[in-house]
Structures are given as structure tokens and as C-alpha cells.
């Protein structure tokens, strides 16, 4: 089964992402709180989603405990390849959503973590931006189903 595993917000930009149990979502602007939040927003910037086991598998590989919200991604997903969903429609509790684009890991990223790596390894990997097309909340442990 797919679902949320953690959900993070920050509402100051290059501040901690601060993790929560519920956000609210409104359609085309955002997160609620959040520093990309605002009224005829960019779907690029709306919500950001990453899947759990690609940084699992980071943290294995090279020894360390970097934990999810240092990712930076507002949605931490598990039992779901986020790759396959640009350009489709799916649910995330109540939430309806469409996959964007890729995320890209940044220099900023590499840099805040400390690790030189960070870009070649999540290349692929750094997960998605959607835009939010229905507004409601969305919960840790909410499913993620595909929309026909």
C-alpha cells in the first residue's frame, strides 16, 4: 500500500522543514504556512513530494542517519515510485494531485547536508513537484492511489 509517511513545512525560506501530522492544501496556491504558499501559484512550487526508500537507501550506503525532513520535500512517501506519476492525476488522502516534474537535487541541498554526493546520488531520485488541484487536508498514513 502507498501512503504518507511524514509531512514537513516551513514557512521561511532556507529554514528547517518542520514536520507535522496534517497540512492543508489549497488548490493552485500551496501549502498552507508554507514558504512557497501564495495565490496564482506556480504548480512547480505548490507541493513537493520524495519517496522514503531512495533515502533509506542513501543513508545505508554511505553510513549515515540523515533524516527525511533534511530532504527538504513536503510529502515523505512509501510503497510508491514517484518517477511514474509526472503527468498523471492521483490521490493523496482526499487530495487530488498531477505530477509535475521531477525534482532535481541542488547545490543548496548538497551543501546544507555537507555531502558532495548528494546530486549524483538522487539524480532521478530527488522526487516530485505536483500541483494541487483540489483543496483539503492531508494527513500522515493517508493513501496514495492512481486516478483512471
Same mark, same amino acid.
Given at each position: 500500500?502507498?501512503?504518507?509517511? #511524514?509531512? $514537513? &513545512?516551513?514557512?521561511?525560506?532556507?529554514?528547517?522543514?518542520?514536520?507535522?501530522?496534517? !497540512?492543508?492544501?489549497?488548490?493552485?496556491?500551496?501549502?498552507?504556512?508554507?514558504?512557497?504558499?501564495?495565490?496564482?501559484?506556480?504548480?512547480?512550487?505548490?507541493?513537493?513530494? &520524495?519517496?522514503?526508500?531512495?533515502?533509506?537507501?542513501?543513508? !545505508?550506503?554511505?553510513?549515515?542517519?540523515?533524516?527525511?525532513?533534511?530532504?527538504?520535500?513536503?510529502? !515523505?512517501?512509501?510503497?510508491?515510485?514517484?518517477?511514474?506519476?509526472?503527468?498523471?492525476?492521483?490521490?493523496? $488522502?482526499?487530495?487530488?494531485?498531477? $505530477?509535475?516534474?521531477?525534482?532535481?537535487?541542488?547545490?543548496?541541498?548538497?551543501?546544507?547536508?555537507?555531502?558532495?554526493?548528494? !546530486?549524483?546520488?538522487?539524480?532521478?531520485?530527488?522526487?516530485?513537484?505536483?500541483?494541487?488541484?483540489?483543496?483539503?487536508?492531508?494527513?500522515? $498514513?493517508? #493513501?496514495?492511489?492512481?486516478?483512471?
Amino acid at each position: 500500500m502507498s501512503k504518507v509517511l #511524514k509531512l $514537513g &513545512i516551513t514557512a521561511i525560506n532556507n529554514q528547517s522543514i518542520q514536520e507535522v501530522n496534517t !497540512i492543508e492544501v489549497i488548490a493552485n496556491q500551496g501549502i498552507v504556512g508554507d514558504r512557497y504558499f501564495k495565490k496564482f501559484n506556480d504548480p512547480y512550487n505548490q507541493i513537493s513530494l &520524495i519517496e522514503s526508500e531512495g533515502i533509506d537507501i542513501y543513508n !545505508i550506503k554511505f553510513g549515515l542517519n540523515i533524516s527525511y525532513m533534511d530532504f527538504r520535500r513536503n510529502i !515523505i512517501t512509501k510503497g510508491i515510485k514517484l518517477n511514474d506519476l509526472v503527468g498523471k492525476k492521483f490521490k493523496v $488522502g482526499t487530495v487530488e494531485l498531477e $505530477g509535475i516534474d521531477l525534482c532535481r537535487p541542488c547545490r543548496h541541498l548538497s551543501e546544507k547536508l555537507n555531502q558532495n554526493n548528494i !546530486i549524483k546520488e538522487f539524480l532521478r531520485k530527488g522526487g516530485l513537484r505536483c500541483q494541487i488541484l483540489s483543496s483539503s487536508n492531508i494527513n500522515v $498514513g493517508d #493513501k496514495i492511489m492512481m486516478l483512471v
